[in-house]
């Protein structure tokens, strides 16, 4: 039997598929239907992740950016720390999400200028390690609340381990509360990195890395998503809004690529590739982030 570390990485953004390193989550119980369901426990002390390809050897990098598509100004803010997203608050502070490959779980920090103050890991329903929550994706709700999504239960494919995108939701930003399995899948199958964007009309769409491929799906409300389509186009994506309104896909291949929708994310047309490696001396550049409402582009380079 393969025994894996507790993360593990591999490159896509080099060519093959690039997840995060995903710490071991136990089995979890099933619902009725057989479907994961998103539960929650406390992962212990945390540890500094000692792959030699894993988030320890990772760098949260940001830039500057006003259409979404030329990058200005990238200047690390993290080091040793992974798959990054980040979410503009009410209050117009900026927070990144991101696993802590020091200290192992996913931790937040607060932009401050060309910096990052960090604040700490999350914590979900009151378990201050969360145990298998990684590549996490927020998104600021109307009423000022944080959904944050992440994908739950790492294992090799094939493996007898249930797995599934959840969603919890924090009017801090730090302690949030599980809403449920937003996307539960197959042991056979290896999906990672989800995406959520909530459309013009209350609909909801979520991105997910399958390998090379992205997976779109969709929501009516933003909690349960049924799958819709697959696209060749690349991995690890992200879903955002282009200042004109259209849905915008970034994914991850030799680069970071964008395409365009304007059926809600139906059909898509390429854009143009918005960063190439090397970027600060590092070949991988991946995880891409565009934090609405802040003009800003978060990544990550290893």
């Known amino acids: 039997m393969l025994l894996l570390p507790a993360f593990a990485l591999t490159a896509a953004c ?12 136990p089995t979890s119980p099933t619902s009725p239907a057989g479907a994961p369901t998103c539960v929650i426990s406390n992962g212990g002390p945390g540890v500094p992740v000692n792959d030699p390809s894993g988030p320890y050897y990772h760098q949260v990098v940001v830039a ?20 990054p997203d980040g979410v503009r608050r009410a209050d117009g502070s900026v927070l990144v999400y991101y696993v802590n490959g020091a200290k192992g779980y996913t931790w937040v920090a607060r932009l401050e200028g060309d910096s990052a103050r960090v604040l700490g890991q999350i914590s979900i329903d009151g378990a201050p390690n969360p145990i298998g929550v ?38 801090d930003g730090i302690n949030f ?11 056979t199958e290896m999906l990672t990195d989800p995406s959520l964007l909530a459309l013009a009309d209350g609909t909801w769409l979520m991105a997910i890395s399958s390998g090379q491929n992205t997976i779109i799906a969709r929501s009516a409300d933003g909690l349960t998503f049924t799958r819709e389509q697959t696209l060749n186009y690349g991995g690890v994506p992200e879903l955002a809004r282009a200042p004109d309104g259209a849905v915008r896909l970034y994914v991850c291949k ?3 690529t964008a395409y365009r929708s304007l059926d809600a994310g139906r059909t898509w047309t390429l854009e143009r590739t918005v960063l190439n490696p090397p970027i600060n001396g590092h070949n991988i550049v991946c995880d891409p982030s565009l934090v609405a409402g802040a003009n800003l582009f978060v990544f990550k380079t290893g």
């Open 14 to 25: 080099a060519g093959a598929d690039d997840r995060a390193a995903k710490p071991a989550a």
């Open 177 to 187: 509360t599980m809403k449920g399995t937003a996307f539960p899948f197959g042991a």
């Open 64 to 83: 500057q950016t006003t259409d979404g598509l030329t990058m200005t100004g990238t200047r690390q803010v993290i080091d040793h720390a992974s798959v």
């Open 134 to 171: 990684v590549d996490p994706d927020a998104v600021l709700l109307a009423d000022g609340r944080i959904r944050l999504a992440f994908f739950w239960g790492f294992g090799p494919p094939g493996a007898n381990t249930a797995r599934a995108m959840c969603i919890a939701e924090s009017s």
């Open 254 to 256: 030799g680069g970071i």
